[in-house]
């Protein structure tokens, strides 16, 4: 009976520590289950990733950086064609040319009045004006008939021959005639109002020299030489390339889910604008394969600019075609908008990868199409015209990243008109952008503004 009793105390004792004995164990089986779910989840999730990897963003460039790459890696236009002269306004000259002769071609009038010998008005005022016998009349077009004598004078018109003898113009405005006698009164020096020949352009002269940017200016120094053909470097051709399933061309019949190709239509202005000519492709699905097709069509150009794809994405694939294929300089951009920005070399060909978004394409055609393409065709780097104006309202940026903030002008305030990038309003409205740099999360209504105009 005592030890019968006694198990019974042992058990109830025991009840407790078998309670938590129980847990222990479960909470045990609880964890190993956990972890074998666990180190499954990671097998499946590797095998998942080995076979599609998940594409992110590498390490973000800044925009200077990014410029300063492909800077290294274009080459300028080395070819060169003839044109006319009318047609050289806005080339860049292949060519030194030098003046094959003075210009004036000879010693001619700045005025209209008379020639004279300025020994013979000096002293001359107007209490004491000089009288002087007017000989000859020589025309613009016509060669002098006799030499200036002592007391004579030849009238002249501005861009007559200065007869021998002469030296000096006096002006109408300081004279009178009185039947074939002109009083004279005020002196002139020798050589006063007189352009002497070749003080224009000197025989010999480089008056345009290879590499420079033929303006208004210097297509009138080539026509004063009559010049008629100038060498000037060819222009750039720009493949342009088009991505996207969801794309359909401009004026032909799109589906409910698809959208207009905006952006070869946008960049092609751009490159027209900056001396290039632009080259349409057509549009290119969402396709490793086709996209690398269109590519390699497209190294016969100066320059391959492709639109949509750039991100990182699943059917953003041109990423992967250019790292397969050629070199990636960069992948991503500290800008907003335009971040998914690649640039890379394929077959010795430079390719800028933009967005697909039309606002985003078109900022960044901007900040990198324009002066890569002006520096290929040679041409001068052409910074956009500024204007100063206060913000019409308060900005909250993006830290990190340099945001080109699209405004209009109204009233001396800068008004922003960005929305998103997909809204191509957002450059239509826009007079210009404004930028807010990296270390700036805010800009306050009021503060004042530096907008970069577009015109």
């Known amino acids: 009976m005592g030890v019968r009793f006694s198990v019974l105390q042992a058990a109830v004792r025991l009840k407790p520590l078998v309670g938590k004995f129980e847990t222990i164990v479960s909470s045990l089986q609880k964890r190993w289950l956990a972890g074998c779910f666990y ?12 076979k599609h990897p998940m594409k992110t963003f590498r390490l973000l460039v800044s925009l200077d950086e990014a410029l300063q790459l492909i800077y290294g890696r274009i080459n300028p236009v080395e070819k060169a064609e003839e044109v006319s002269l009318d047609d050289a306004v806005g080339r860049v000259s292949a060519e030194n040319v030098k003046a094959p002769f003075d210009v004036p071609c000879f010693n001619r009038s700045a005025m209209d009045g008379y020639c004279v010998r300025a020994e013979d008005v000096y002293g001359a005022s107007q209490f004491n004006p000089v009288r002087l016998r007017i000989v000859d009349t020589i025309g613009v077009d016509e060669e002098p008939k006799r030499p200036v004598g002592p007391g004579e004078c030849i009238q002249v018109a501005t861009g007559s021959i200065i007869p021998e003898g002469g030296d000096a113009v006096v002006m109408y405005e300081h004279t009178d005639r009185v039947g074939e006698e002109v009083l004279v009164y ?8 007189i352009s002497k020949k070749g003080s224009d352009i000197p025989y010999g002269k480089e008056v345009v020299k290879q590499g420079d940017y033929l303006n208004a200016s210097k297509i009138g120094v080539l026509a004063a030489l009559g010049v008629a053909r100038v060498r000037v ?3 750039p051709r720009v493949l342009i390339v088009p991505t996207g399933s969801e794309l359909a061309e401009v004026g032909k019949g799109k589906t409910a889910f698809q959208i207009y190709d905006v952006n070869s239509h946008t960049l092609a202005a751009v490159v027209k604008e900056n001396g290039g000519i632009p080259v349409l492709h057509e549009i290119v699905p969402d396709d490793e394969d086709a996209i690398e097709k269109a590519l390699e069509k497209g190294v016969e150009n100066s320059l391959i600019v492709v639109t949509g794809g750039s991100s990182v994405g699943t059917r953003d694939v041109i990423y992967d075609v250019l790292r397969r294929r050629g070199e990636v300089l960069f992948h991503g951009v500290q800008v907003k908008p335009g971040k998914p920005t690649v640039g890379a070399v394929f077959e010795n060909r430079v390719v800028l ?10 900022s960044n055609a901007y900040l990198f199409l324009r002066p890569v393409l002006r520096r290929i065709a ?26 080109f903030l699209t405004v209009r002008l109204r009233k001396g305030e800068a008004e922003p008109v960005f929305k998103e990038s997909s809204a191509i309003t957002s450059m239509a409205e826009a007079d210009g952008y404004v930028v807010i740099p990296e270390n700036a999360d805010t800009v306050e209504k009021g503060d004042w503004v530096e907008v970069h105009l577009f015109d």
Request: with cysteine.
């Open 378 to 403: 040679r041409l001068p780097d052409a910074g956009l015209k500024t204007v100063r104006a206060r913000l019409s309202r308060r900005v909250v940026s993006t830290l990190g990243r340099r945001f």
């Open 39 to 50: 180190f499954s989840s990671i097998k499946l999730i590797t095998r998942i990733l080995n």
């Open 233 to 235: 470097y060819e222009k």
């Open 353 to 362: 990868a933009m967005p697909g978004h039309p606002t985003s394409c078109l």
């Open 186 to 193: 005020r002196p002139v020096y020798p050589g006063e109002n």
